[in-house]
């Protein structure tokens, strides 16, 4: 049997009778998601882009004075330092000739170094990274949590008293759907591009001698300390302005919920439910199975419809052949017979001459 050929057995008066005795309800609630992303630090960082770059184009240095004393012979450059450094070190005077003239033993070297290391373009390349930093998080935050969502989840309950037994039945179906969608008013082809311009902008900025000669340089925290350079000139007080935008702004997706329970019954539902229900009843019931002789019975009846059907055989020639058959099978049944009957009558025979010859022994 199939296993759907029960479904086509069912009785509607059954079915009627069976929901006519039941009790059951339908809830249905229903659970949207709908994501929302502010986008506000892009405009914000793309206009503070050109006063960073402005400091990248005209870095500022810090002079770094290396003092050393030397012997005269080793002394390369006489300045204003070395000579007052002299005037008040005179342990450092060898002689002085009847001209006047100083003869030194050593001498002050001053070397001056210049250096980016100093704190507002440390400030600047921390500022760099918080921004590549901050990209990272967005679209790690874009690819997880973006999805809009919507979830219906069906709960049935039903009873039913059948005679002298109570059968009772509990169902949830859930439908979920996720759409990647966020805010429809919201061009991302043109996000997308905008985005991908200030990722070729810091990779620019990374890629320029002054940031690789400060990349390891110590990072600065917050808060950052106002120093006359950072107050006032003009781009670093827009370099600030953006820094204190990424301590303020949080980047998250502003995710709201919205929660409906419908506990009005859907009376076409919960039929569709409740049928269900019988269905489930039904096949839970032990069906009468076929014995052996009934599927053989079965099976030829279909064969012979099948036969019947064709049109090429006949009814005569069909009712021919089956006789035939059924003629040999009646002679194979003789034959079997006749062959037993024999078997058992040699076996008789057999058997009374050895009770014979065991009598005649005893005599």
């Known amino acids: 049997m199939n296993e759907l050929d029960w479904l ?36 914000m960082i793309e206009q503070n882009l050109e006063y ?23 002394t390369k450059k006489v300045n204003q330092e070395t000579v007052r450094h002299l005037a008040s070190h005179t342990n450092y005077i060898q002689d002085i000739d009847e001209d006047g003239m100083v003869k030194p033993s050593k001498l002050l070297n001053v070397n001056k170094e210049e250096t980016y290391d100093i704190y507002e373009n440390r400030f600047i390349i921390t500022l760099i990274k918080r921004l590549n930093t901050f990209l990272a998080a967005f679209d790690e935050t874009i690819q997880t949590d973006s999805e809009d969502t919507t979830q219906t989840d069906y709960i049935y309950q039903g009873q039913t008293k059948i005679d002298d037994e109570v059968v009772s039945i509990n169902m949830n179906l859930r439908r979920f759907k996720a759409i990647k969608s966020l805010e429809d008013d919201i061009d991302y082809d043109d996000i997308k ?5 200030i990722r070729i902008i810091l990779d620019g900025f990374f890629s320029t001698n002054f940031i690789k000669s400060i990349m390891q340089a110590s990072p600065v925290y917050s808060p950052i300390h106002k120093t006359n350079l950072i107050l006032k000139d ?45 269905f489930d ?16 019975l ?24 089956l006789m035939k058959n059924l003629k040999v099978i009646e002679e194979k049944e003789n034959n079997m017979i006749i062959s037993m009957k024999k078997a058992c009558n040699r076996f008789l025979k057999s058997y009374n001459n050895k009770v014979s010859k065991a009598l005649n022994l005893l005599k």
Do not use: G, M
């Not at 809830?27 to 929302?36: L, V």
């Open 8 to 43: 086509y057995d069912l009785d509607q008066e059954k079915l009627n009778e069976f929901k006519q005795s039941s009790q059951d309800l339908l809830k249905i609630n229903k659970t949207t998601k709908k994501s929302y992303v502010d986008f506000s630090w892009i405009p």
């Open 193 to 197: 591009n905008r985005i991908k311009n």
């Open 234 to 278: 003009v781009n670093f007080q827009q370099a600030l302005i953006l820094w204190e935008f990424l301590d303020s702004h949080e980047l998250s997706l502003d995710i709201r919920e919205d929660v409906k329970n419908e506990t009005k019954e859907n009376e076409a539902l919960k039929n569709k439910f409740l049928t269900a229900y019988y």
């Open 52 to 74: 960073i770059d402005n400091i990248i184009r005209n870095p500022r240095r810090f002079i770094i004075p290396e003092e050393e004393i030397l012997i005269v012979e080793k």
């Open 298 to 321: 079965n099976l030829l009846n279909k064969l012979v419809q099948e036969c019947a059907s064709s049109d090429k055989i006949s009814a005569k020639e069909l009712e021919k052949d």
């Open 281 to 296: 009843y039904y096949n839970s019931l032990e069906l009468p199975t076929e014995d052996e002789e009934t599927k053989k």
